[in-house]
């Protein structure tokens, strides 16, 4: 909880205060720029400012709700009550829809959903339709606040299913366009998984770090945006192909069907108490799926590595202080 606070309020007085959080993305990124993390080509202080003032607040939200779901002595806490209050606070701060991208925003409100409603049927067949007719529908629109008042250009369609066709559905289309991309330079053998694995070293550092594939791949075709989607499975095609896709996803399916039944378990009524860690981060990873399934690997990497430590220093307090009955 400390860091949480402590994260995101650095967060908050670095960029100039709570207003800018409710103007655009690129005001934000304007004030990232400006607040000297970011030197030449290299975004890592960029990646790791935005990862620990958005990503603790986030965790210490859905320990804090989990806490107060499965516990009534803790909803009859005045203390963790006015606790909660205050992460609820800041989350709208850090991690509001205005100043987030829109997987990032999906991912704390998926979150969050399951992680106070853990085992309800109903919240999660009322997510899961919600979620396909938002991606369909409001999707392409909920950039509007990606670029300020200048830069901002409004969807131009005469039906609300024209952008269906138009833009942010790049996935499919990227993929053909990198495997003509493997076909003329070849595999990487695992370079490209690499650079996104060690986001964390400065190009000053690694001086032939790595592009993001999408972005390789568009210079690649001579386009002028290169902002350009890098699904998970085009990342281990690049490295390793046919094989390395089968294998990969082999991999991760093992490892879905695991945690599902291991969360079905944390959230039962015989299951671990208000503590689970699994309980809050299979929440958290269904919902940055979506940005990690999209890509580039190496833009999403960040906060998840940013989580995954919290995890470990969670995991590691609970392990020193919490003696389990024999």
Not at 136 to 143: E, G, H
Not at 172 to 196: C, K, P
């Amino acid at each position: 909880m400390l860091l949480a606070f402590a994260a995101s309020g650095y967060y908050i007085l670095r960029l100039g205060g709570p207003a800018v959080f409710f103007t655009s993305r690129q005001e934000i990124s304007a004030s990232v720029a400006a607040s000297g993390v970011v030197s030449g080509q290299s975004n890592v202080g960029s990646a790791f400012l935005k990862g620990f003032g958005t990503v603790p607040a986030l965790l210490a939200l859905l320990f804090c709700t989990r806490r107060l779901v499965t516990s009534r002595r803790a909803r009859r806490s005045p203390s963790t009550v006015l606790v909660w209050t205050g992460l609820i606070a800041l989350n709208t701060i850090v991690n509001n829809p205005l100043s987030n991208a829109r997987y990032w925003f999906l991912t704390v409100l998926v979150s969050l959903l399951f992680t106070a409603f853990p085992s309800s049927a109903a919240m999660y067949r009322s997510v899961l339709a919600t979620g396909v007719v938002g991606a369909l529908v409001l999707f392409p629109y909920a950039d509007r606040f990606r670029y300020d008042d200048a830069g901002y250009r409004p969807v131009d369609s005469t039906s609300v299913f024209e952008p269906l066709a138009t833009k942010d559905y790049d996935q499919t289309v990227m993929f053909a366009n990198t495997i003509t991309w493997v076909d003329a330079h070849g595999h990487t053998y695992g370079r490209q998984l690499a650079g996104s694995a060690l986001f964390f070293v400065p190009r000053s550092v690694w001086s032939g770090k790595p592009e993001d594939t999408g972005v390789r791949v568009g210079q690649w075709m001579g386009m002028d945006m290169t902002n350009l989607s890098a699904p998970l499975w085009t990342e281990v095609w690049v490295d390793f192909g046919a094989p390395g896709v089968v294998g990969a996803f082999a991999l991760i399916g093992y490892a879905a069907a695991r945690t599902d039944r291991r969360y079905a378990r944390a959230v039962s009524r015989d299951g671990p108490g208000p503590g689970s860690v699994l309980a809050v981060t299979a929440p958290l990873i269904a919902g940055y799926t979506f940005i990690l399934l999209r890509g580039p690997l190496l833009q999403s990497i960040g906060k998840a590595a940013v989580a995954a430590l919290c995890l470990l220093l969670v995991m590691s307090f609970r392990s020193r202080g919490v003696r389990r009955p024999r």
